[in-house]
């Protein structure tokens, strides 16, 4: 396989997880360090002669993710997103390549939740418009494909940026945090995206597939987890409406995701919050001062 974006937060995961079982793995990144150079928007394709017959599958992990930045810079953003990200998948397809696409909850619109793979896609966001574009591309264009919807991703490791992370350092620090009591959310441990995948592709299955954890939550009702995971004060949690918050766009309320396909079919287990909070004391939450699992 060969995975685009290896340097960022999902590809490494991927290329550190195949790399581990033995599998071979290629890798590409605009920054050092991965076997080939590869800016998603600058069309160069060069090296695509050199993997001819040696790559089964395209990993595609590049993506501007930033909600706001795609509905404030929506010309630059879907140049990137949906222009260059076809013209990727066009270039697999000429080599036999087989698209593995990770895409979003944000495909639908938020009014019912609990969204199963055939439902009815109504993004109301630009980044959600952004990633239907490419899935349409790739469903209609494509006889083999993974087109893999995810939803919030948290990780233990120090480069994790997710909202479990903010509101466990805020505590911390004895912050208190606006938490919405009417979005829900599927955090889901970014670790076990490369589990699963092995086994899809292992499997060698193809379609739509979501990557989720089980339990939803309002983000209020997370907050209130979180502290009391880790002996926080629960005044800390502060409550809200997602509405409370200044964003470019208006953000959906119940994106969750039903996950039950890929569970059936993998037997696969996803992380449970509880479990996610351990490892991220276990890791390195231990150095956060006033941070201690109870």
């Not at 290896?6 to 991927?14: D, P, T, V």
């Not at 290629?26 to 928007?41: E, P, T, V, Y």
């Not at 264009?141 to 992370?165: G, Q, W």
Request: proline share 4%; aromatic share 10%; net charge negative.
């Amino acid at each position: 396989m060969l995975v685009f974006g290896a340097n960022g937060f999902l590809g490494k995961r991927i290329v550190s997880h195949f790399r581990s079982k033995g599998h071979d793995v290629l890798s590409a990144s605009h920054k050092g360090g991965a076997d080939f150079h590869f800016d998603l928007n600058s069309a160069c394709f060069d090296f695509f002669p050199e993997i001819a017959g040696l790559v089964r599958y395209g990993i595609i992990c590049n993506s501007i993710t930033n909600i706001d930045r795609c509905k404030r810079e929506r010309s630059s953003t879907w140049s990137f997103n949906v222009t260059d990200t076809i013209r990727l998948v066009r270039i697999m397809r000429e080599y036999g390549i087989t698209p593995v696409f990770f895409s979003s909850d944000l495909v639908f619109d938020g009014e019912g939740g609990n969204y199963r793979e055939e439902d009815v896609r109504r993004p109301t966001t630009e980044y959600g418009l952004q990633k239907k574009a490419v899935e349409d591309f790739i469903m209609s264009n494509c006889d083999e494909f993974l087109v893999l919807r995810m939803s919030k991703l948290y990780s233990p490791a120090e480069d994790d940026t997710s909202p479990i992370r903010n509101i466990i350092e805020s505590f911390a620090g004895s912050r208190p945090v606006k938490c919405a009591d009417d979005q829900f959310i599927c955090p889901t441990l970014a670790e076990d995206i490369p589990s699963v995948l092995e086994i899809l592709i292992g499997r060698s299955m193809t379609g739509v597939f979501h990557l989720s954890a089980v339990n939803s939550f309002t983000r209020y009702e997370m907050g209130k987890r979180v502290a009391g995971f880790f002996g926080f004060p629960a005044e800390l949690v502060e409550r809200c409406s997602i509405s409370d918050f200044d964003f470019a766009e208006k953000r959906p309320l119940n994106n969750t995701l039903n996950s039950v396909r890929v569970r059936e079919r993998t037997g696969f287990k996803f992380t449970e919050l509880e479990s996610g909070l351990a490892l991220m004391s276990e890791l390195n939450m231990k150095g956060v001062p006033g941070c201690v699992a109870r």
